[in-house]
């Protein structure tokens, strides 16, 4: 309970955003996390000169923690890269909440941000990328690491970012308290249905009748069956792969068919809407609150939360609530799907005065455990301890990560996750299980990113209207036979032109030889 307490301030190294990428076969992560690939070692005698030192800046977020001993830790990873590459490297620290707005001010002002990562904003980051296309030879480590995967940072032919290596599989699960599920009897691995999980709220509705069983999560963001943040620019919903999130548009069986649709349009969605509005007048659900999911868990009113689900996510929400945690998860709604997402693809900035170093730089974090941890956790015996498990790391007596010298937040967005140790409570082998957690089909779409500039003024206005249907109608708060008035909202606003332009984007995509 100590160390639980302690670290109730951490957000664990894996955030549950899922990213993927373009694979052939859908096994695109090393087969040994823990190694770097086999061609790794330092520049040789016969590469690119490195006789002129040369000074970058890097961003990384902290979620508004100060770093007083940044100083320390640059220096320790300044002797490496010294040696390396000749570089010293300046980092930057960005409070998460302010990202982006200190990110659009640095770059268009012209402040040093040398390398940086997408953080969603994809879209526009990539307006200030360098073609990293001519240094390609400059980065083997990396392509070899991320394979095919490396498809999600081209756009239109360019290669204008390098994507990082995390989880890269999406589907959904349901996090429950877990003093909870074990009061009715019921074992999360057996729940393989929606009418089993529906038994399980149940069962913790009659024995705990001032609880609701489920967060539906907030009155923009519905939890119980996919994330439509408009933030996103790539989401998911279970085993679809969605183009655009918040107008529905995309594949929905994306590992056999190419066939552009809406999903507001599938019976998946209808199935959907009709068991929230059941789960909404029974009490097995929430009302829509201010709260997220876990902070009604961690009030107390509620037992459980939909989220994103991979290895480690009951450590990482067990931290975050306060409580155990176990996850649901059921296969015939949350098979894995490789998908596209830009998220976290890692941008050298155009205006960089050496691109080329900033290449290697980059490249070295794909295989240089030494620096990736330097980067992640800071120095051993001050920031951070190694315990009897050669993986797990803890803090020291005494420090948390609220009052520890250097706090990089997130963990999760460096290049490549597998080099990093792993921080407490989180399993000794938790990127093995990332590794198998990532072997997946591949959607047809996979490294497809969709440009709605020919039908924008459609996409708004379908936008408008999904804005006032399908948060009720996926909360369980509109009655489900207002999704007819939502389809014809959808068709008099031009959905079936999106849905066409899609198709069209797409096919020429796969007709390029893309896929």
């Known amino acids: 309970m100590k160390k639980l307490l302690a670290l109730l301030l951490v957000v664990t190294m894996i955030f549950s955003l899922a990213a993927c990428g373009k694979s052939s076969g859908g096994e695109t992560a090393p087969t040994d996390p823990s190694a770097p690939p086999a061609s790794a070692n330092s520049q040789t005698s016969d590469g690119p000169d490195i006789s002129k030192p040369v000074e970058l800046t890097m961003v990384i977020q902290t979620d508004g923690v100060e770093?007083?001993?940044n100083a320390m830790v640059e220096e320790a990873i300044n002797k490496i890269l010294k040696e390396k590459l000749n570089v010293t490297l300046k980092i930057k620290h960005c409070g998460f909440t302010d990202t982006r707005t200190n990110?659009?001010?640095?770059?268009?002002?012209?402040?040093?941000?040398?390398?940086?990562?997408?953080?969603?904003q994809w879209s526009t980051y990539k307006d200030y990328a360098a073609d990293l296309t001519p240094y390609i030879d400059l980065m083997p480590h990396a392509t070899e690491s991320l394979g095919d995967f490396i498809e999600n940072g081209y756009d239109n032919g360019k290669l204008l970012g390098l994507p990082a290596i995390k989880d890269w599989v999406a589907y959904n699960c349901y996090l429950m308290r877990k003093d909870l599920v074990e009061e009715t009897?019921?074992?999360?691995?057996?729940i393989k249905t929606y009418a089993q999980f529906e038994e399980l709220l149940r069962k913790i509705k009659e024995n705990h009748p001032d609880i609701h069983p489920l967060s539906n999560g907030t009155a923009t963001r519905p939890s119980l069956f996919f994330d439509s943040t408009n933030e996103r620019e790539n989401g998911s919903l279970y085993a679809t792969d969605l183009f655009n999130p918040t107008i529905g548009v995309g594949l929905m069986d994306p590992a056999t068919s190419s066939q552009v649709s809406c999903l507001y349009f599938s019976k998946f969605y209808e199935d959907l809407v009709n068991l929230a509005y059941r789960w909404a007048e029974e009490g097995l659900m929430y009302d829509t609150s201010i709260l997220n999911g876990s902070e009604q868990v961690s009030a107390g009113t509620a037992g459980g939360?939909?989220?994103?689900?991979?290895?480690?996510?009951?450590?990482?929400?067990?931290?975050t609530c306060g409580t155990e945690m176990v996850p649901v998860c059921m296969p015939d709604v949350t098979e894995g799907v490789l998908k596209t997402n830009t998220s976290f693809n890692w941008i050298v900035n155009k205006k960089c005065a050496d691109v080329e170093r900033a290449c290697m730089l980059l490249d070295l974090l794909y295989y240089d455990k030494?620096?990736?941890?330097?980067?992640?956790?800071?120095?051993?015996?001050?920031?951070?301890?190694?315990?009897?498990?050669?993986?797990?790391?803890?803090?020291?007596?005494?420090?948390?990560?609220?009052?520890?010298?250097?706090?990089?937040?997130?963990?999760?967005?460096?290049?490549?996750?597998?080099?990093?140790y792993v921080m407490y409570p989180s399993p000794s082998n938790l990127w093995d299980e990332m590794v198998e957690f990532n072997k997946a089909p591949a959607s047809k779409a996979l490294g497809f990113v969709f440009d709605p500039t020919p039908v924008e003024g459609q996409i708004a206005a379908v936008q408008n209207v999904a804005s006032q249907y399908n948060q009720g109608l996926g909360s369980g708060m509109l009655e489900p036979s207002?999704?007819?008035?939502?389809?014809?909202?959808l068709l008099d606003n031009g959905i079936e032109e999106v849905v066409a332009e899609a198709q069209r984007q797409l096919d020429a995509f796969l007709a390029n030889g893309q896929a």
């Open 370 to 420: 030494e620096v990736n941890n330097l980067l992640c956790w800071g120095i051993e015996g001050v920031h951070y301890v190694k315990t009897d498990d050669p993986n797990i790391i803890e803090y020291p007596e005494g420090v948390d990560a609220s009052t520890v010298g250097y706090y990089s937040w997130g963990k999760f967005e460096f290049p490549n996750n597998y080099l990093q």
């Open 103 to 120: 990110m659009n001010l640095w770059l268009s002002s012209g402040e040093p941000c040398d390398i940086f990562v997408s953080w969603f």
């Open 482 to 489: 207002m999704l007819d008035e939502f389809k014809q909202a």
């Open 305 to 319: 939360y939909g989220t994103t689900y991979k290895p480690g996510i009951e450590s990482q929400e067990t931290v």
């Open 67 to 69: 770093c007083a001993d």
């Open 185 to 190: 009897g019921m074992k999360p691995g057996n």
